[in-house]
């Protein structure tokens, strides 16, 4: 589904990604550990687009994204979650997944203008997905609330709603578990689990709590220093003398 | 011929560096855009103008009289406006905002107060030194003395003195320079009260040039706004010696045309940069990455 | 009774004007300085139209809207790239050119001589020269501004605009092209000040470059930050409220010397206050940041 051959990237002086390679399986949940700094959220941020390789290749459904700007590859079919789980806090709930909705005539301005009959009739499909979508992830009945008003957590369901509003077919979730309390975090698994059985979804997360790596990821690959340093099945990598070094003292 | 003319652009430069130095000091230490620089400049214009017409004062004593308040002025209008919207963390449009607004407020008292006519404050000819072809009056050559003293005494202090590392701390890193525990509010505090002074300074010295009237501070302050960017808003040198080349860019615009469409280059000079440089003349490229 | 008219139609101007300022400043998050120039152009426009090519003023407004709009794109593709202060400097950079242009260019626009003479627009064979005529006109067009932006206010595509004005990047990863919405707001936005533009020069009949100055960018940003952003009514109490003070100084009897001044004054520290106090303005949704 995801292949990125050879990514380098460096900011000043500081090697950020060295000669990466990495490949994700659809239908799989795959995870990115190690330390801070070891350039994991580059890496998605260099998938996402906002950022520039030096060099290097990224092939999506065997289609080359690299280069291409930020929001065409959005729209490609590849989501992301970020690691400040970022809402629009001034709009409701329902309005942060209608506008997850890709190809909405009414966004375009001369659209909305003059055909307001098609553009009535995708938003009602657009509100009665968003909220089924709404009720997938838990959030049920939260639909007219501003979510600056939800719970953090809350706000990372609904991060996970907008995320299945549109069929990405590829997540990036970065941290989806930081600054969840504990008694959401199995809430948030389950989810994430759903998401891959029943919506057929494929799953890259940045991780640092361990036992979620076990309990959810299919494949694991270890970076530092901008390397990757092993790669394998999580009790494998997990195992390894270099992970256990980078993580003691964790 | 066209020399003369480079000539009045430099001495003119000289206080649009000035006024630029002063607000990139500030603009670097508070990142606020004080539109209200003009106001601060046009007001120890005034304050000269009161001081030498309605009290029996002489040039020097009212100058330094007048630079002393304008620096109060300066500070005054961060610690009340500036810095409360700061602390709530609302950041720069609201505060480019509120400066927008006490640049009218205090204009339009000046107006009110003064009248809206310019203002001469040395009638009579003033005394010209001639170099071959060249010609230049003593205000003039006042100007750029001004200019270079000021600018080398800026240069040392931030180098050397403890405020200035300060500044130069703070304008680096704002956030980190707190982290750490550096004095971010006494930085503001000495920024608005030094730009504001080298603002006024430049103000008087124009003031007994050319006379003054209550709308010069708002082109002053969008030459220096241009200076600044157009040198490189980071290096606080560029500034000012962006100010002596937008001087001397205008001057040679008049030469070959005329002085109507003076105004008119310095913000073609604004767009070009903004569009093909952005980090200015002097500064190196950087890339920009969004995270 | 022509006087309170007279007031109206100033209000049905700046409330235009306040309304398209405010798809830029409240639902795009924009801050604009150039918005005169675009009622300065657009005002222009129809006003050469009329006296240069005999047309009917009705028959100008597309030129002017259109022009305006051309114009907007000129402006907004090189200075959308940059951010914040810098965007807000590229468009005090345009205004003041505008401003030059239309100063210094006397062989069209006869610079500070202005544009007199400006005939009344005519309506079928109908003269609209008086002044409940002019407010009548005006009626129209403010009814026909406040539809379309009522329209693109609550549309999917203002609700994008707001999303892509309180985090950028989030948008950017749920796909949208977040230029081009800016893009579009800034052209819309320009085109219809255009409209106030023709308005305005029609009912005045004489226009020159001093009445689209910065600082007349100046007063639509008050009248939006006032009456408020990011909503309808906003801009709407905003044009009553700011457009009434002047009349109510001229009830105290402040000297004529003294008016422009003082009113001035109290719009700067309209500004002051409502930035320290009320930041999303009186019946505002955004607030400044």
Request: aromatic share 10%; charged share 15%.
């Amino acid at each position: 589904m995801l292949e990125l051959n050879n990514i380098n990237k460096h900011f000043g002086g500081i090697k950020a990604v060295d000669d990466v390679s990495l490949y994700f399986t659809e239908g799989k949940i795959s995870a990115l550990i190690g330390p801070n700094g070891a350039g994991k959220t580059t890496v998605f941020n260099i998938i996402s687009g906002f950022i520039r390789p030096d060099s290097g290749e990224i092939l999506f459904k065997n289609k080359t994204i690299a280069g291409l700007p930020a929001w065409k590859i959005a729209g490609a079919g590849l989501g992301r979650m970020f690691q400040d789980n970022r809402v629009f806090g001034k709009l409701t709930c329902l309005e942060n997944v209608l506008l997850a909705k890709k190809g909405n005539p009414g966004e375009n301005p001369l659209g909305a203008f003059f055909s307001p009959g098609k553009v009535r009739d995708f938003e009602a499909g657009n509100i009665t997905d968003a909220k089924k979508w709404l009720d997938f992830v838990g959030l049920s009945g939260k639909a007219e609330i501003q979510a600056d008003n939800l719970s953090y957590g809350q706000q990372k369901l609904l991060a996970f709603a907008r995320l299945m509003a549109d069929g990405r077919e590829l997540l990036l979730l970065d941290e989806p578990t930081a600054g969840v309390n504990p008694a959401m975090i199995g809430q948030v698994l389950a989810l994430i689990k759903k998401i891959v059985k029943e919506a057929g979804k494929t799953v890259i997360i940045i991780e640092h709590n361990m036992s979620v790596i076990l309990e959810i990821a299919d494949f694991v690959y270890f970076m530092d220093d901008g390397r990757v340093e092993t790669f394998g099945a999580p009790k494998d990598v997990l195992a390894d003398e270099r992970v256990r070094e980078a993580y003691t003292g964790l | 011929m066209v020399l003369q003319f480079i000539v009045n652009g430099i001495c003119a430069g000289a206080l649009f560096g000035l006024a630029a130095l002063g607000l990139s000091l500030i603009y670097n230490t508070t990142k606020v855009f004080h539109f209200a620089h003009g106001a601060v400049y046009t007001s120890a214009a005034y304050l000269l103008f009161f001081f030498l017409t309605k009290t029996s004062m002489g040039v020097i004593p009212g100058a330094i009289i007048s630079l002393t308040l304008a620096m109060l002025l300066g500070v005054l209008i961060d610690q009340v406006f500036y810095l409360p919207l700061a602390e709530k963390s609302a950041g720069g449009t609201a505060a480019i905002l509120t400066s927008l607004g006490l640049y009218t407020v205090a204009i339009n008292i000046i107006a009110l107060l003064f009248g809206n006519e310019t203002k001469i404050l040395r009638p009579g000819i003033e005394k010209t030194f001639e170099y071959g072809s060249i010609i230049v009056t003593r205000i003039q050559v006042m100007q750029v003395v001004a200019f270079l003293v000021l600018l080398l005494l800026t240069a040392l202090l931030l180098k050397f003195s403890r405020y200035g590392q300060l500044i130069r701390a703070v304008s680096d890193n704002g956030k980190l320079a707190e982290a750490l525990g550096l004095e971010t509010k006494k930085a503001r505090i000495v920024a608005f009260a030094y730009g504001s002074g080298l603002a006024a300074v430049a103000a008087c010295l124009s003031a007994l040039d050319v006379g003054l009237d209550p709308y010069i501070g708002m082109p002053v302050t969008l030459i220096a706004a241009v200076a600044m960017i157009f040198g490189g808003i980071r290096i606080f040198a560029a500034a000012a010696i962006g100010g002596v080349i937008i001087g001397v860019i205008q001057n040679l615009v008049v030469w070959q045309t005329s002085s109507k469409w003076q105004a008119a280059v310095t913000f073609v000079i604004l767009l070009v940069v903004l569009i093909f440089r952005p980090q200015g003349l002097l500064t190196p490229k950087k890339r920009l990455e969004e995270s | 009774m022509n006087y309170i008219l007279h007031i109206l139609i100033m209000i049905e101007i700046y409330l235009i004007l306040g309304l398209s300022l405010n798809l830029l400043m409240g639902y795009g998050g924009l801050f604009s300085l150039a918005q005169a120039a675009f009622y300065g152009v657009g005002a222009y426009i129809s006003a050469l139209m009329m006296i240069n090519l005999g047309m009917n003023f009705f028959f100008t407004l597309p030129f002017a809207i259109l022009g305006c709009m051309l114009l907007a794109l000129i402006v907004a593709l090189p200075s959308l790239r940059l951010k914040g202060d810098y965007f807000m400097l590229a468009t005090l950079s345009f205004q003041t050119l505008v401003f030059t242009i239309l100063y210094n260019w006397i062989p069209v626009t006869r610079g500070p001589y202005g544009i007199p003479g400006i005939p009344s627009p005519v309506l079928f064979g109908f003269k609209i020269g008086e002044v409940w005529q002019f407010f009548l006109l005006g009626l129209v067009f403010t009814a026909a501004a406040v539809y379309i932006f009522k329209k693109l206010y609550h549309s999917p595509y203002g609700r994008a605009l707001k999303a892509i004005r309180d985090d950028e990047l989030l948008a950017v990863s749920l796909g949208k092209n977040t230029t081009q919405f800016k893009v579009t707001a800034f052209v819309i936005s320009g085109g219809i000040a255009a409209l106030a533009g023709a308005l305005f020069a029609a009912y005045v009949s004489y226009i020159d470059p001093t009445s689209f100055t910065l600082d007349e960018s100046i007063f639509i940003v008050t009248i939006i930050v006032v009456g408020g952003t990011g909503n309808l009514k906003g801009p709407i109490i905003g044009a009553f409220i700011i457009l009434i003070i002047p009349e109510i100084l001229r009830f105290l009897h402040i000297p004529d010397t003294m008016a422009p001044n003082i009113r001035q004054i109290i719009y700067g520290a309209l500004i002051v206050l409502m930035m320290r106090l009320r930041p999303q303005g009186i019946l505002g949704d955004y607030k400044f940041e």
